[in-house]
């Protein structure tokens, strides 16, 4: 008896301190990404700008499901069982914010494509009227896609006894059947793929477009780096879709324990930190948001402003160069 009190004293420890640690890194990521959102919004420079806007509807999405993501999970560790209609309506939304981010990066990197390859035409392309519906497009495509998942989900026939679940909510469990499997395999495929190519394809025009002299060598790579970086994100948003699915298949093979830290592992670095990486990437390689994000952080501060008028002292001696 007191054997078997041990080792269910060791298993909350061990779930506790696993819990503890994934919540201090998904709160230490909310804050980034929230930080940079402010900043964002904080400035008309960067709500009057067709890429700082995209960029704060990606921001926007990835905080959206990672709040959702460490509520699911905070969900499970405690043991708290929701009813189908709450679990549905979560998992639903979390769906639908996680298809978000590859939408968006294809727009980001179609507003790089049009900078560099018809930057006389760029003002009349992108301004923001366009990015406006752009973003509402995106948005719209995520909700339909997620309305046909819940078509299907009504069509299954339910023996329930209860509307409470005997398992913790997580889309593994409530999306489990043939037909909702088959459409998300297909739609995922043809989601990551139309984003791979219209990535390579902005790529490759902007590497053409190099070429000439009419186009600015400087400016040329800098979008060739951020089309790169788009495409890796793009892999790690594919790798967080994947990882739904070999989550999947441990949860029939893997003993709860093994499968407790393999889904604590995988959260952290395929479903956290992918979501987070876009604030990191920006607010240090832009130096307009680099500078907006050191004064925020510091408050206004002695630190912000040595920053913006080093900053301002590199742009005065570049000009007089």
Known sequence: ????????????????????????????????????MVTLRGRAVFRDTSRYVLLFNLLFADTLQMSLSQLLYLLSVFRVLLTFPVCGFMVMLSNATSEISPLTLVVMSLERYVAVCHPLRYGVIVNNKNTTAAVLAVWAASCVNTLARVFLFLEIPLALDSLQMNDFCSSTVMFHSPSMLEYNKAYTAFLFLSSTVTIVASYVGVIIAARSASVDDSSASKARNTLLLHLFQLGLSLMSTMANALLAAMYRVLPRRALLLAMNFMYIFVFLLPRCLSAFIYGVRDRTIRTALFYNVCCGRNCGRNFKSSLFKRKQQQASH
């Open 1 to 36: 008896m007191s054997s078997s009190a041990n080792v269910t004293r060791l298993a909350v420890v061990e779930r506790a301190a696993l819990a503890t640690l994934t919540s201090l890194t998904g709160f230490v990521f909310f804050c980034v990404n929230v930080t940079l």
